[in-house]
């Protein structure tokens, strides 16, 4: 090569880029923030797998269970390699209002040195824990019928042109809704993981169409079992995707994870109160499903509202997802499959506008609507709506492009005989 650029001295540059991070001054990190922040990103991937892998397995048909299963899985592996790569760089360097620069691109200037109490490489670690579960949440709307290698491209592009940017838009100090033009309260991913999300999942519903028989023919959860093993997890887990979002071992984290907690009990009376008045039985679905629902609810308004308020956001997030997935859906009949929009897209607005109404100065930040800062209320709500247009029109575009290129559904055949077998060659159950 020209210059004396072979290829072993391009490969050792490039796996040098990050020894001059590692090789700065870490006295700044407080070892209790950092062992509380690796905790909480353990605790984040746990909710994507075996968590939300569990919860969205047991909720499809027994010929789907292990194609449903590896779409959370492959996010781990797939999300961890862009993120290394360029997608934290997008992310977090510093850039303009929209998306983050080239400063990280393979984790360059990014190592052990303190970025606030904990390591630099510490916080880069949690946040991609976000990244990974994201994109696997939209997989619960077309559950059942989508291509392994359509999700996989689609994962790359959404991935690139939402969430990086989105994150950096609302967590990066440059970001337009962080102190930029737009400021926002998001504690912890109400616009960037659920809203961005739960569009994207409606979107792709509508696109690739209803389920081979649906809703003529039952398509019930083969494993109850699995799901609440599985939601029960994402409780925990939340922990530390809500607490851990204080990126220290502090007061603010004690805060988070009371309402935390508070917030997806209150969904689940709230779910399963309607249910029972409604259809005349509890379920257990409805009980998972609500906790849930409340978990999204609660997740922006996590660190700025006091648990009492949490209580209320917790409710009305069980409540109002309840109606979006019990009367909306099959009112306007999409199938999405899982509900992945009735209660991410829906709870995630929901908790962001009531972030807007019940945030508590005295907790954290600016307060709410109910302090008379009603411009934070409109600020939410402007958030809301353009993650929604964003991620919308985004996600469409990028679905017909995949659908160009590969295509994004399976063939009926395929799709009836359960994509365990046609996609993946194998069988969860051996009768």
């Not at 709410?368 to 411009?375: K, T």
Request: charged fraction near 10%.
């Amino acid at each position: 090569m020209k210059n004396g650029w072979t290829p072993g001295r391009l490969a050792s540059l490039l796996l040098a880029l990050p020894v001059a991070a590692l090789a700065q001054d870490d006295a700044a990190v407080d070892s209790g923030d950092n062992a509380w922040m690796l905790l909480c990103s353990a605790l984040v991937l746990m909710m994507t797998g075996p968590g939300l892998a569990l919860f969205y397995g047991g909720l499809v048909r027994k010929k789907n269970v292990l194609a449903t299963m590896m779409q959370s899985f492959a996010m781990m592996a797939l999300m961890t390699v862009l993120w290394a790569l360029y997608g934290y760089s997008l992310a977090f360097a510093p850039g303009n209002a929209f998306v983050g620069g080239f400063d990280y691109v393979m984790l360059n200037g990014v190592g052990t040195e303190a970025n606030g109490t904990i390591s630099h490489y510490t916080f880069m670690v949690f946040q991609l824990m976000f990244a990974i579960i994201t994109p696997a949440l939209i997989s619960g709307a077309f559950a059942e019928r989508m291509k392994f290698s359509a999700m996989l491209w689609f994962t790359v592009l959404w991935a690139t042109i939402v969430y990086f940017p989105m994150a950096h838009m609302v967590w990066s100090a440059d970001g337009l809704m962080f102190e930029g033009a737009l400021p926002c309260l998001d504690f912890a991913g109400g616009t960037v993981v659920h809203a961005s999300s739960g569009i994207s999942a409606l979107v792709i519903a509508i696109y690739l169409g209803k389920r081979q028989g649906y809703p003529g023919e039952a398509m019930k959860p083969h494993n109850l079992t699995l799901a609440f093993i599985g939601a029960c997890l994402l409780w925990v887990g939340w922990f530390g995707f809500n607490a851990g979002s204080a990126l220290a071992a502090n007061g603010l984290a004690a805060t988070a994870f009371v309402n935390t907690h508070f917030g997806a009990a209150a969904a689940v009376v709230g779910w399963l109160a309607i249910e029972w008045l409604r259809d005349g039985k509890p379920s257990m679905l409805g009980g998972i499903t609500g906790a849930v629902a409340g978990l999204v609810a609660i997740t922006p308004a996590s660190g700025f509202v006091t648990p009492m308020a949490s209580l209320v956001i917790g409710f009305l997030g069980g409540f109002v997802c309840y109606f979006s997935v019990a009367v909306v859906k099959k009112k306007f009949g999409y199938d999405d499959s899982l509900d992945a929009f009735g209660v991410h897209g829906v709870g995630g607005t929901l908790g962001a506008i009531l972030t807007g109404v019940f945030a508590n100065s005295a907790v954290n930040g600016p307060g709410g609507a109910l302090e008379g800062n009603v411009g934070q209320l409109v600020n939410n709500t402007l958030g809301v709506l353009l993650t929604w247009a964003f991620a919308g029109v985004a996600t469409f575009v990028i679905v017909k492009l995949v659908d160009s290129v590969v295509g994004m559904r399976v063939t009926e055949a395929d799709e009836r005989s359960g994509l365990d077998v046609s996609e993946h060659g194998e069988e969860a159950y051996q009768v």
